[in-house]
């Protein structure tokens, strides 16, 4: 089965510093999601992208966060100014097409440790 | 109201018992009706859709409700490797993204 994969699955970082966390989706989906999960919480969603540009984003997905599709492959998040409560598993995913009932394929996440 | 609730559980049932969850959604307009297993620090991975008919694969079964917004999962002898959060999952009209419940915890014990 086709994969997303997701790099570092590790990610340790100061308060403050910046992060990149990176996805490379299935090659002919469209559409690309990024979701949040703290310890012992719910998956959340954070923002979705299509065509280039973001479709739809939660109040999680404030200022300090970004998403880029800088070759055509590679989708990332970026996070400018790490909190501790952005601490969590980030889950990347794609679909190839908008239809709901469209099976949502997930990354294995970066799990990133904010100190 | 939250827009998706589950029994957080856990579950402790013995192997070969069979187990049923539960999930409440809030929006009547919701679309689209999933089961996901996920693994302790694992990514969610779709189990099956739920359909308004009802389906089955193997061992498992779910149904759905829609004048109660209520989703269900059965599971039939239960195996070891079930073990894991069952997380109840609802896709709203429009190209919305998907919104999870907090998930059931199963425990299968030998």
């Known amino acids: 089965e086709p994969e997303v994969t997701q790099t570092p699955s590790h990610q340790v970082t100061q308060m403050g510093q910046e992060v990149i966390l990176r996805c490379v989706p299935i090659?002919?989906?469209?559409?690309f999601y990024w979701y949040r999960q703290i310890l012992g919480q719910k998956v959340e969603f954070l923002v979705s992208?299509?065509?280039?540009?973001?479709?739809?984003k939660s109040e999680i997905f404030d200022d300090q966060f970004s998403v880029e599709r800088p070759d055509g492959s590679n989708f990332t998040l970026k996070i400018r100014s790490t909190k501790l409560e952005d601490s969590a598993m980030y889950f990347c995913?794609?679909?190839?097409?908008?239809?709901?009932?469209?099976?949502?394929?997930f990354g294995s996440g970066t799990q990133l440790s904010v100190l | 109201r939250k827009e998706v609730e589950q029994d957080p559980g856990p579950f402790n049932v013995p192997e070969g018992a069979t187990v049923a969850f539960n999930c409440t959604y809030s929006?009547?307009?919701?679309?689209?009706f999933f089961w996901y297993r996920q693994d302790c620090r694992k990514e969610p991975k779709l189990l099956m859709s739920?359909?308004?008919s009802g389906n089955e694969d193997g061992r498992f079964t779910a149904q759905l409700n829609r004048a109660s917004q209520y989703i269900s999962l059965l599971i039939r002898d239960s195996k070891l490797s079930d073990s894991a959060t069952y997380l109840c999952?609802?896709?709203?009209?429009?190209?919305?993204?998907?919104?999870f419940g907090k998930g059931t915890r199963l425990s299968v014990i030998a």
């Open positions: 995913a794609s679909r190839a097409r908008e239809s709901s009932g469209e099976k949502l394929f």
């Open positions: 090659s002919n989906h469209l559409y």
């Open positions: 992208f299509y065509n280039n540009e973001i479709s739809e």
């Open positions: 929006n009547s307009a919701s679309q689209s």
């Open positions: 739920v359909y308004s």
């Open positions: 999952v609802v896709n709203n009209p429009g190209n919305t993204p998907l919104v």
